[in-house]
Structure formats: C-alpha cells, structure tokens
C-alpha cells in the first residue's frame, strides 16, 4: 500500500469515528510525540545486546510493530493537515543530507556535519 492509500484509509478511519475534530496541527504533534515516547519506553532499561534479541521476542516484536505504526500514523496525519508530500520531502531531505554528509568525509563517523572538516 502506498503512503498515498495508507493515507485515505487512515482519514476514513477517522472520519467515520468523527475525530477530525480533535485533529488539530499542534493536537497531532503532540500525540505524535506521544507515540514516540512510547516506543521509547521499549528501550529502557535495555542495553544494546537486549535490544538485538528484541526481534526475537514475539511479544516485544509485537509492541515495537504496534509503536512503530502508531507513530507513522500521525506522521501521516500531520502531513496531511499541513499539506505536506512526505515522499518528496523525504527525497528533498535525503538530497540535503548527501550535500551535509559527502561519502569522502562521512564515511564511517558519526560526526556532525559541522565537524567533518576537523
């Protein structure tokens, strides 16, 4: 399903629930961020070496789907409230991000790219 299609069956979704109502800009990003915090919560406590067994661990597995989707969701309602086309601003930010970060000076370091000449 593309984002434009996964988009029209998430505002179906709420359309038939009558919650554009409580859809505002600053509503969603909130809730966005909510989600996010969520899927954070599955790291805590949790080293590096837990959380590479996680995807082995279907219930674990399970919650990182469900946050995962959770947060796409209101990215996508977002987007469509601010009239936003996530695949062209997500190949505009690639392309900005290749200027920032060249191959020659960004290969393998973590650096930002405001430290990458020194």
Known sequence: ???????????????????????????????????????????????DADMATLVDDPGALGALHDECADVLLYLLLIADKAGIDLEAAARAKLEKNAAKYPVDKAYGTSRKYTALDD
């Open 1 to 47: 399903m593309s984002l434009h299609a996964l988009t029209a069956a998430l505002l179906a979704f709420r359309d038939e629930r009558n919650w554009a109502q409580f859809h505002t800009l600053r509503n969603l990003i909130v809730s966005l961020n909510l989600e996010a915090a969520e899927l954070l919560e599955l790291t805590q406590w949790k080293n």
